[in-house]
């Protein structure tokens, strides 16, 4: 019965339509597995992103150790650039990331983080219908193609730089330029003739990539992604941040200012800690250490705070020194060590070096010279001793027979034309008074050579500061130490506090000081430029107004360019007062240079009482290089807002 039923009504088979698209109508996209991949000690699932261009069937391919949201959208704005335009529209799957729901005879409800990026890159998002995979039917051939022709064979190496690189390869030798069975043609040569000149241009800005999600720092600084924890900076611990995950980058925000940075790592169990970020937690786990080694060097005698006083005076090493004696204290004993200190600064003997000599010293027996016993009295007849020479000796046969002693003998007045010359003014000072203890304390050369020298360098480096303060031009000294925290209504002090650990300079950020009058943003701009000048940074204070003069005066002169050097040479400017007064066209072209020229080569710390939004009126209404010049001020910005009333005006108030 079966047989015959089978004959009489044989099955029949689906028929399909060929589809024919006009160039740059449409691309299909789809997913493939290519097994997995071992990154250090973790196997992870390979997966493989392909792109085509439903017309001349060009082809883009990228491996990926995921298909989250942001490797899907990072693969289509590598796909984009890679064909240099946009189709009309891109034919997906029902797959999450790109569609939420699709019910049979019903409108797909696209994911809403893809409508956007859809609408950034100006396509349309279409959804195949459920189980009909032969709508796309152009990138399930490639997705076939890619595992028959490209991986079939292949040793996957333990890099996904290296397994797209021979992708890409593979792309521009084997797959777009063949001669497809459809066409008839190369894909590569239909599409640079007809498909890429309909292409629709790419935004000028590329698209937003990243996903967001809330996350809690630790209590040991950390968030955890994908079993993998990275560090972050210490004042946010038991925070909640913001983490924007990208395929190969992590950024964590905190009230929308980024605070760290991590390259993410798909391998697991694996921590990762950035220095910078537990530098800070360190050295005050290190003062405590310090404080406490200090209070035990004052317990071993009465003249413990006077010897500390005169290693602070001599520019040592105080703590190096400190942690030694209380060392020696505890080998030698707290009596012998009281009393090799009293010793030490009855000499003006300063140094742990000196206390250990001193130690040793009485430490050491020498044992009490004998006289010469000899055993045979043969032995006195084998003693030879010379006649002595009683003859007198002359000036003339000393100064014909120098001694090594003259020979060593060096004159103080030489020696101080030396240094003078090589510019070593300390060692000038100290060298004398240094070698006369030195001699007295049985100090080693080298001991006594790096002390001249630790002070030398000691007083080098705080006049190379002094030096940055005043060429700084700050109007006043501000430190952060006097700020009035309490003043403003609102003002983000773990930001400001964030910002003094001066990373933004290596990172050539910008820092945007936002609030009205007397609420203190000049006080902060002024303590990070003294901050950053004693961390060894180049810093110009200015007034804008007064650079815009400064400016339009060498412009006149034609000295411009040579103008513009002082102030994009300082690793910092800080540019004060934006806002209070407007900028002609002029003005506006002449600080625009210098916020180009700068970016991303320099930092600027700016202070301004006037919203982004008003800024326009700042430069005269010019809404085209109001966007320029915030453009670079935000892309690498960080925006501290204060709010209140001025601080100037509170006796006023108060009466």
């Known amino acids: 019965m079966k047989d015959y039923v089978r004959a009489a009504r044989p099955v029949r088979h689906p028929a399909y339509l060929s589809l024919a698209f006009a160039p740059g109508e449409s691309a299909q996209v789809d997913w493939g597995s290519a097994g997995v991949i071992q990154l250090g000690a973790t196997r992870r699932r390979l997966s493989f992103f392909v792109m085509v261009l439903s017309h001349s069937r060009m082809a883009y391919l ?136 309909a292409l629709r241009p790419l935004p000028p800005v590329p698209g937003d990539i990243s996903v967001a999600r809330t996350v809690r720092v630790t209590n040991r600084c950390r968030v955890v992604l994908d079993t993998n924890r990275y560090s972050v900076p210490h004042l946010y611990a038991s925070q909640q941040l913001t983490l924007h995950a990208f395929p190969d980058r992590l950024c964590l925000y905190h009230a929308h200012n980024l605070v760290a940075s991590h390259p993410r790592s798909y391998e697991r169990h694996r921590d990762f800690e950035n220095p910078d970020h537990v530098k800070e937690l360190l050295d005050q786990r290190r003062r405590a250490r310090d404080a406490k080694w200090l209070l035990a060097f004052y317990a071993i005698s009465p003249h413990s705070e006077t010897y500390h006083r005169q290693l602070q005076a001599r520019h040592l090493n105080e703590r190096v020194h400190i942690n030694k004696i209380v060392a020696l204290a505890e080998i030698h004993g707290t009596e012998k060590v009281a009393l090799a200190i009293e010793d030490a600064i009855q000499s003006h003997a300063y140094s742990s070096q000196y206390i250990e000599n001193i130690l040793e010293q009485r430490a050491r027996h020498t044992p009490t010279p004998g006289p010469l016993h000899l055993t045979r009295r043969a032995d006195l007849l084998d003693l030879e001793l010379p006649a002595a020479d009683l003859a007198p000796t002359t000036p003339s046969d000393k100064k014909r027979n120098p001694t090594e002693a003259d020979n060593m003998q060096t004159d103080p007045a030489t020696l101080d034309t030396q ?128 650079v815009i003069n400064t400016l339009h005066t060498a412009q006149t002169q034609g000295t411009l360019k040579a103008e513009l050097r002082k102030y994009t040479n300082p690793a910092l400017l800080i540019l004060d007062a934006i806002g209070y007064l407007p900028i002609d066209q002029r003005g506006a072209d002449l600080l625009f240079q210098v916020i180009s020229a700068r970016y991303e080569r320099g930092s600027i710390v700016l202070t301004t009482n006037k919203a982004f939004k008003q800024w326009p009126s700042i430069f005269n209404g010019d809404s085209t290089i109001t966007a320029a010049v915030l453009d670079r001020l935000l892309h690498h910005g960080h925006t501290v807002v204060l709010e209140g009333t001025s601080y100037r005006m509170k006796d006023r108030a108060d009466s």
Do not use: M
Request: with cysteine; proline share 4%; aromatic share 10%.
């Open 62 to 197: 990228e491996f990926t150790c995921g298909e989250a949201t942001e490797h899907f959208l990072s693969c289509h704005r590598n796909a984009l650039e890679f064909f240099g335009g946009t189709p009309a529209a891109i034919l997906i799957d029902n797959l999450k990331t790109g569609v939420l729901s699709h019910r049979f005879g019903q409108q797909a409800v696209f994911n809403p983080r893809y409508l956007d990026f859809a609408a950034h890159y100006g396509f349309e998002p279409r959804a195949c219908t459920v189980r009909k995979a032969n709508e796309k039917g152009r990138v399930e051939h490639f997705v076939g193609y890619v595992k028959k022709n490209f991986l079939a064979g292949l040793d996957l190496p333990h890099s996904l730089g290296a397994i797209n690189a021979a992708a890409r390869h593979w792309l521009g030798t084997i797959a777009d330029v063949r001669e497809h069975k459809e066409t008839r043609q190369q894909p590569a040569e239909l599409f640079a003739a007809s498909e890429k000149p």
């Open 419 to 546: 240094l003078t010359t090589l510019r070593l003014p300390y060692i000038k000072e100290h060298c004398q008074p240094f070698a006369a203890t030195a001699a007295k304390n049985s100090l080693g050369h080298l001991d006594y050579l790096a002390q001249l020298v630790e002070g030398e360098a000691t007083q080098r480096a705080d006049r190379a500061v002094v030096r940055r303060i005043q060429s700084a031009r700050f109007p006043v000294i501000k430190t952060l130490d006097t700020f009035r925290w309490d003043w403003p209504k609102k003002i983000n002090r773990l930001q400001i506090q964030d910002l003094f650990r001066l990373r933004f300079i290596e990172d050539h950020a910008n820092v945007i000081l936002l609030g009205t009058v007397g609420l203190g943003k000049t006080h902060i701009a002024t303590a990070l430029g003294y901050a950053a000048c004693q961390q060894g940074i180049g810093v110009l204070f200015a007034n804008a107004i007064d």
